[in-house]
Structures are given as C-alpha cells and as structure tokens.
C-alpha cells in the first residue's frame, strides 16, 4: 500500500490523492485551467514529435471528478514557471483515466492525479502521485531537462509467471487470510489506517465466510458496514468515494459508478446473508441516486458526479447543506459519458438489489441500461466499445463488466437470451484478451511504451464470471478461462504484490474449488405459484449460485445435469453438496430450506 493510495482488491484504483477539470474529457482538450499548455491526446505521435523536436513527454493522467486534480489545473498547470517549461522543453498528454481504462490501469498506483514524464523513446522517468505545487513541478521538469535519466520513483517491474496449479496452496491461502485479519481495524471497522471506504470484495469475503459460521468475519463486516453507512449523502442519496484522516468522518464527495453500483450490491447481499432487511435501505438510497442523477433520458448510465461545486474549491460545507439550499447554489458537474464497464457494474448491481427487494422497477432500470449498451456499445462477436468512439481498444473491462451483467439479468429472470449474451462475452474475452498470464487489459498495444498487460481486479472478475458461467453452461471452455485468469492470481509475484488486500482472490480461489448451490424452479412461468416460488429463490440465494427456472415449454435447461421431475404443481428444489431436496412447493418452505446451505 502506497502512502496515501489504498490499493485494494476488488477496487478500481480511482483514489484522487492529496499530492482536472472538463478538458480532460476525451484527454486532449485545451481547458480554462492551464490554457497556456497545449495538451494532446495520448498515442504514439506523441512520441513522434517528441523526438523529431527533442522533448520529453508530460503525461498528467486524473479524472474530471476529482478535487486534487482541479487544484493542479488552476494552480501549477497556471504557474508561469511551469507553462514556460512545459511549452518549451516537452510534449504535453492529458488522459481522462475513465475514459481510458488502459492508462488508468497502468498509472492506478499513483492515483489522481498522476504525473509521468518521459523521454522521448518511451522510456518512463518519473511518476509521480497527486498534487504537486508549483515549484516542486518546476524542479522536477527542470531536473529531466538537464539529465533525462530515470529517477528514484522507476523500479523494474517484477518478472511474471504464472502459477503451476489452478489454486492458491494451503500455505498461500492462510498467510492471505492471516494478513486480512491483522489489518483489519478493530476501533473503526474497515482496513488501512489512511482512507475509509467500503471495500466490496473484502466485505463479500466477511459476509460469505460469516454466512458460514465464521463469527469473526461475521462481525467484522457488520462493524464495517455499520460505519460505511457515513459516507451515505444524507441529501441525494448515493456514496461518497472514501473518507480520508483514518476515520469515516471526513469524506471526499466525488460519486463515482463503481462505488455506487458495488454498494448497492454489497448492502443487498447484507440484506440477504444476514437476514437483516435494514441493510436495504441504503441499497435502495443508492438506486435513488443513480435514477436521480446518473441517469440518462434513454436509461443509460453516466460516469460520475464531480467532488467540487467550483473546480478546485473544496465543498464540504455545500455537501452538509439540505436538497433544496444545494439546487439554491447550483450542482455539481455529472460526467455525462456513458461507458460500457460503468453501465455493466449498475446492472449487475441493480440486479443484486432486485432479487433481495423485488421492486419491479429496479429490474426494468436494469433492462433500459442493458438493452441501450446493446445498441449503442456492442462490437461484432460479442464484445462492447468503451464509448461511442474509442481512441484505443476495445478494452477488457467492458465486454468483462456487460458479461457480468448479462449473467446477473438470467440469473434473475432465467431469459435465456441473457445466458447467450454472457457465453457470447466470454468467447470475445478469450478471443481479444488472452495473455501468456492472465488476461491483458486491452486487446492491442496502446502507446508507444505499453503492451497490454493483466490487471488484478479484472482477472479477479474474470475467474470468477467464467466459473459461475461454465456452471450454468457446462462447457469446458468457461472453466478454462476461469483457471487461466487463477495461474494469474495465485503467481507468487501476484500475491506478494497484494499485502493485506488478497481479498479478490480468496474469493475467486473458493469458488474454482467448489461447486455452487444450484437453485431451480420447475413449472411455467405464467403460474403465479410459480412466480412466487422464484421470487423466494432470488431472496434468499447465496451471492454465487446457479439459478434457473425450467418452463419445460421452452426445452431442457442449458446444463440438464439433474433430471428434475414432472409434477402436478410448481416446486423449486435446492441442490447442493451432490444432493437435492424434495419438491418445495411454498415460498415458505424455500425459505427454509436456503437458510439451511448456511453452516
């Protein structure tokens, strides 16, 4: 962990760090901040003129809803030391990291903003995390002009092979958990002693675990829960990103989809595992604010909602005021980007929310999202554009994150349809994204220095969405994919990169080695018996599971591994551990029967 970055698993690293504004929207264009620099776009021309003219390249990657990178527009990016330098001595790139999930994977250490200067081969120099005032920047720009060679901050990056067996070892396996456990904050709840936030895979890892006996973890994630519940807009709804000063009291205000949609899930899941209908209600805050503000006129989703009512000053004191006294003062900016990955982690969200809610509205949000991505972001052979125009790509995390979100909409509707779109998502991932190790980031080079290389969190997603869907499909090329994306996180170099934050993998790990709960109900889907019955499936299901429903009108279920029988009635069964119950025709009795696979 880096100072003040928390790199975590099961997070996108999209902290802004103490150390831009609309230019910074598609990377290229000139804003009223640092207007005296001609920024471009990041792409191998870049370094071409760079060497024809004998500069060095500045790369200032942020995002436009991020504080620190508006105070580095309007006050080092305007310091006439700084303008004089850049304008003479380099080639300056801005890059939106949201708009390009390459660079912010490659850069996501540093956080926003991140500053990396170049020479004009390509080769790195510096990187640099946050802000940096003006002379500091000056000195830095200075010192590369008079010797281009790299400077402390560029490290080899360590040799990457893949791990021998599909799994973690035993020994791997309890120094991860041992190492979660130990940094884990007893007093405030939450791990690391810098930022606060809800980490979803670490609180997926407690609430699973805890549904199954370990008190520990039980009680870990309710403390944690309980003290995230700060960083709920009591206004707007929706979350803050993190609260900084180690506790949960000071939170910075950026909204950004990935927290929104995976604490809607992780509050839903709450619900479910605990047995615990409170936890709904912030689910449900959350879905009112991405309906409210995030939500486009055709039912797609936006990117995010700026931290900064005016650029660069700190709102604080806006964000404590009521709904009506902010609208008096005006709204923060809303990204009105819509991207596949950020439409992919709402409706698989929104789909968690609806099993454990079952408002009928929440899954109709779902479907407009998906059925929109469907026709304005898909690609031919099952994959998905980053926006409506990609400077690069196409990029793992948004055929990945559409993949996720199909699987999640059959599990919840048991169309068929959905099943074939998540099958087509996979087939185009191993297609474009394959790697020796893992699976890259994005299917081509995207500059001058990068070759695609694995990112964590999306190998994390990986393993976990190819198992889940080679489960409800039975073919092997899924399973393949799943222990491929596995010999990524369980390489030794991996792991030793992670610390505490192992959270993903233990998850991803678990599942490879274990067979989820298969949960069918049998009978036609216009039988209001039936309806019910299903709606008490998705209630109480486990966060992993294989959910169907066999309308025998429609012919045999994908996977026909378990010969279900005919009967007079509707009945769902529970199958699981190679057994499966009696018939359960009430939704009671399902019920029931659920709380009965936790041990």
Same mark, same amino acid.
């Given at each position: 962990?880096?100072?003040?970055?928390?790199?975590?698993?099961?997070?996108?690293?999209?902290?802004?760090?103490?150390?831009?504004?609309?230019?910074?929207?598609?990377?290229?264009?000139?804003?009223?901040?640092?207007?005296?620099?001609?920024?471009?776009?990041?792409?191998?021309?870049?370094?071409?003129?760079?060497?024809?003219?004998?500069?060095?390249?500045?790369?200032?990657?942020?995002?436009?809803?991020?504080?620190?990178?508006?105070?580095?527009?309007?006050?080092?990016?305007?310091?006439?030391?700084?303008?004089?330098?850049?304008?003479?001595?380099?080639?300056?790139?801005?890059?939106?990291?949201?708009?390009?999930?390459?660079?912010?994977?490659?850069?996501?250490?540093?956080?926003?903003?991140?500053?990396?200067?170049?020479?004009?081969?390509?080769?790195?120099?510096?990187?640099?995390?946050?802000? %940096?005032?003006?002379?500091? #920047? =000056?000195?830095? /720009?200075?010192?590369?002009?008079?010797?281009?060679? !790299?400077?402390?901050? *560029? +490290?080899?990056?360590?040799?990457?092979?893949?791990?021998?067996?599909?799994?973690?070892?035993?020994?791997?396996?309890?120094?991860?958990?041992?190492?979660?456990?130990?940094?884990?904050?007893?007093?405030?709840?939450?791990?690391?002693?810098?930022?606060?936030?809800?980490?979803?895979?670490?609180?997926?890892?407690?609430?699973?675990?805890?549904?199954?006996?370990?008190?520990?973890?039980?009680?870990?994630?309710?403390?944690?829960?309980?003290?995230?519940?700060?960083?709920?807009?009591?206004?707007?709804?929706?979350?803050?990103?993190?609260?900084?000063?180690?506790?949960?009291?000071?939170?910075?205000?950026?909204?950004?989809?990935?927290?929104?949609?995976?604490? %809607?899930?992780?509050?839903? #899941? =709450?619900?479910? /595992?605990?047995?615990?209908?409170?936890?709904?209600? !912030?689910?449900?805050? *959350? +879905?009112?604010?991405?309906?409210?503000?995030?939500?486009?006129?055709?039912?797609?989703?936006?990117?995010s909602q700026d931290a900064d009512l005016v650029e660069g000053e700190h709102s604080g004191e806006y964000f404590a005021l009521d709904d009506a006294a902010r609208r008096a003062r005006g709204i923060p900016r809303v990204d009105r980007h819509i991207y596949a990955r950020e439409n992919g982690l709402a409706i698989t969200g929104l789909a968690a929310l609806y099993a454990a809610d079952g408002d009928a509205t929440i899954l109709a949000d779902a479907r407009r999202a998906a059925e929109w991505v469907l026709a304005h972001r898909a690609l031919e052979g099952g994959g998905f554009r980053h926006d409506a125009h990609d400077a690069a790509g196409p990029y793992l995390a948004d055929t990945l994150a559409m993949g996720r979100a199909f699987l999640a909409l059959y599990a919840v509707t048991a169309e068929r349809p959905w099943l074939a779109r998540a099958e087509a998502a996979a087939q185009f991932i191993d297609a474009k994204f394959h790697a020796p190790v893992g699976f890259a980031t994005a299917a081509a080079a995207t500059g001058a220095t990068f070759a695609p290389k694995p990112q964590l969190d999306e190998n994390i997603a990986v393993a976990r969405f190819a198992n889940l869907l080679g489960h409800y499909t039975g073919q092997e090329a899924p399973r393949k994919m799943a222990e491929h994306a596995m010999q990524y996180l369980a390489s030794p170099t991996v792991v030793a990169q992670q610390g505490y934050a192992t959270s993903g993998i233990l998850l991803a790990d678990r599942e490879l080695r274990s067979e989820p709960a298969h949960l069918t109900v049998v009978g036609r889907k216009d039988d209001p018996a039936a309806q019910a019955l299903f709606a008490a499936v998705l209630r109480g299901a486990p966060p992993v599971a294989r959910i169907e429903w066999l309308d025998v009108r429609e012919g045999p279920l994908p996977r026909s591994d378990v010969p279900f029988p005919e009967l007079p009635r509707a009945a769902a069964f529970v199958c699981a551990g190679g057994t499966c119950s009696l018939p359960l025709t009430s939704p009671e009795k399902v019920t029931a029967r659920l709380v009965k696979l936790e041990r």
């Open positions: 962990m880096k100072a003040l970055l928390l790199r975590v698993s099961g997070m996108l690293a999209i902290f802004c760090v103490l150390g831009a504004s609309a230019a910074r929207a598609g990377g290229a264009e000139t804003g009223k901040a640092g207007e005296g620099i001609d920024w471009q776009p990041w792409s191998d021309a870049v370094f071409a003129k760079a060497r024809a003219e004998k500069k060095l390249v500045l790369l200032d990657v942020g995002a436009v809803w991020c504080h620190w990178c508006h105070v580095m527009d309007e006050i080092t990016y305007r310091d006439p030391a700084v303008v004089k330098l850049v304008r003479e001595r380099y080639i300056a790139v801005r890059v939106d990291q949201d708009a390009r999930p390459d660079i912010s994977n490659r850069y996501e250490d540093y956080g926003w903003p991140a500053t990396v200067v170049f020479d004009a081969a390509g080769k790195e120099l510096a990187k640099r995390q946050g802000y %940096l005032p003006p002379k500091p #920047m =000056a000195g830095m /720009l200075q010192a590369f002009v008079d010797d281009p060679t !790299p400077g402390p901050s *560029i +490290r080899p990056e360590p040799v990457l092979a893949p791990a021998d067996a599909t799994s973690l070892t035993d020994a791997q396996r309890a120094a991860m958990r041992t190492a979660f456990l130990d940094a884990y904050d007893a007093k405030l709840g939450g791990w690391g002693d810098v930022h606060k936030y809800l980490n979803w895979d670490a609180l997926e890892y407690c609430l699973t675990e805890g549904a199954n006996g370990d008190t520990r973890l039980k009680d870990m994630a309710g403390q944690t829960l309980t003290s995230g519940l700060r960083l709920i807009d009591l206004a707007w709804g929706g979350v803050y990103q993190y609260s900084t000063d180690g506790d949960w009291e000071h939170p910075h205000f950026e909204k950004i989809m990935p927290f929104q949609a995976e604490n %809607l899930r992780i509050f839903a #899941m =709450a619900a479910t /595992l605990r047995h615990e209908p409170q936890w709904l209600e !912030p689910a449900r805050r *959350i +879905r009112g604010y991405l309906r409210d503000f995030l939500t486009s006129p055709e039912g797609a989703f936006y990117v």
